[in-house]
């Protein structure tokens, strides 16, 4: 059972930023798969590692979008990101480092950090990229 499940509730209206969300969402769920399925920590290792490059390629997309439009709180929501970014690379260097750093404690983070920032932050970005480019 998925971690996760896309819904209309997710979507900014924002095709190139709803992709990516979904692409997230999927990334997520395959992380919390190979953990609760007890595959190996080269597998679980990797999608934690595609997990951490995609954010941040996913990140500075929607940062080029604003800094492009001019979104007024770029600022804050780069913040945002950065501070994930942080908390990614410490599971990774964690987990890189031996550590049984993936637990549903921290499944449940990442499901409830996405959801909540896609529903707050990316939506209020969307919204206005919207009377930007349309």
Do not use: C
């Amino acid at each position: 059972m998925a971690l996760m499940n896309w819904s209309k509730d997710l979507e900014v209206n924002f095709p190139k930023v709803d992709d990516q969300h979904r692409s997230l969402v999927d990334i997520v769920n395959n992380l919390h798969d190979a953990m609760k399925l007890g595959k190996g920590r080269d597998e679980v290792g990797k999608v934690l590692h595609f997990l951490a490059d995609y954010t941040t390629s996913h990140f500075k997309a929607e940062e080029e979008l604003m800094t492009r439009h001019a979104y007024p709180e770029f600022s804050t929501h780069k913040q945002i990101h950065t501070e994930l970014l942080k908390q990614v690379g410490d599971l990774v260097k964690q987990f890189d480092g031996g550590q049984a750093v993936l637990t549903l404690k921290v499944m449940s983070f990442l499901q409830e950090w996405l959801t909540k920032h896609i529903k707050v932050e990316d939506l209020k970005m969307a919204s206005f990229l919207r009377t930007r480019v349309a």
